[in-house]
DNA sequence: TTTATTGCTTTCGAAACGGAAGTGAAAATA
DNA sequence: TATTTTCACTTCCGTTTCGAAAGCAATAAA
C-alpha cells in the first residue's frame, strides 16, 4: 500500500486525487453534457484510451466525484453521472478556462472564447447555469 | 516532436502545459513565499526529486510562468520569481484550496483551512494580498 | 587549503502511459 | 432464430515518466 496523500496540503492533496491529465476532462464532460456513458467519453477531442478511461472512471467513482448506474432501458450501457462534490470542481475548471482564454487565445476554439468572456461578466450565472440542471 | 495539446479545448491545454502533480506546487510556493531559490523548494513538505525540480523549473520558465535570475551577492544561487502569467494562476490554485476545504477538511492542515475561510470571505482581500507584494 | 553547499545530472528499477487487439454479454439486425 | 454489431471493459506490449539515490563541477565558507 502507497501513502495516499504527500502532505498535509490542500493543493498537493487534491492533485494527488485528480491532479493527472485525464480527471477533469471526465468532469468537464460531465458538467457541460450532463449524463455520459462510456462511449461518450471515448468520443471527446482528447482521444481517451479504454484502458485509461475504465481505470478513471472506477477512480472518480471511489472519490464519490461521479456515479455510475444502469441505463434504464439498455442493460449493457452504464450512465455516469457528477455528484455535488464533483459538481463543486466547477469553479476550478472555470478558473482554467479564464486563465487559458487569457494566455492561450491564439489556440483554443471559438465557442470557449465566448464561454470564457462569459464567466468573466456573469461568474455566478455561468455557474448556477450547470449547477441548477439536477 | 510531439504535438503539444490534445485539443483546442482551453481546459485541456491548461493541463498539457502545467498538468502534473508538481508544477502547481512550485507555483503555490512562490505565490505564498516569494522568491525561491533551489534549495528552498527542495524543502517543501512534499519532498520532490532534483531530477524532477529541474525538469519542471526549466518548463515552468520556458512557458514565461516563472524567472529565473542570479542571486544579487551569491553567485551559485539562481533566485526563482512568478511572471504575471504565473501569478495568474492564483485563482486556480485558490479554487483547489476551497474545494480542500470543503471536502478533505479532516486531513489538511489548520492554518491551510483558516486560509480557505479568509478565501470564501474575502476572496478578492486573498488575492490583492499576494498580487500587490510586487 | 580543506570542507560544505548549491544547482544540476546520471543511473536504475518501478509505475504509468498510449495504442491496439481481444473478450463476453447484450442488443440489433437479418 | 441465426448472425452481426455494439458496449464496456480487459489484456498486452513497448514507451515514457517517475522517485530515490548517488555523483558532479563550481562556488563559498571555514
Known amino acids: 500500500m502507497k501513502k495516499e496523500f504527500r502532505s498535509d496540503c490542500p493543493i498537493s492533496s487534491a492533485l494527488d486525487l485528480f491532479g493527472d491529465k485525464w ?3 471526465i468532469i ?6 450532463g449524463e455520459r456513458t462510456f462511449k461518450d467519453f471515448t468520443n471527446a ?15 472518480l467513482e471511489k472519490l464519490e466525484l461521479i456515479t455510475k448506474s444502469n441505463h434504464p432501458t439498455n442493460r449493457k450501457v452504464f450512465v455516469y453521472d457528477l455528484t455535488a462534490k464533483g459538481m463543486d470542481l466547477f469553479p476550478v475548471i472555470a478558473e482554467y478556462i479564464k486563465w487559458s482564454n487569457k494566455y492561450l ?30
Do not use: P, W
Open 45 to 59: 477531442a482528447e482521444r481517451i484510451s479504454t484502458a485509461r478511461l475504465t481505470d478513471r472512471l472506477c477512480k
Open 105 to 134: 487565445n491564439d489556440h483554443i476554439a471559438e465557442e470557449a472564447k465566448a464561454y470564457a468572456a462569459m464567466l468573466e461578466t456573469d461568474r455566478q450565472g455561468a455557474l448556477n447555469h450547470f449547477m441548477q440542471r439536477r
Open 23 to 25: 480527471s477533469l476532462l
Open 28 to 33: 468537464r464532460d460531465l458538467v457541460y453534457f
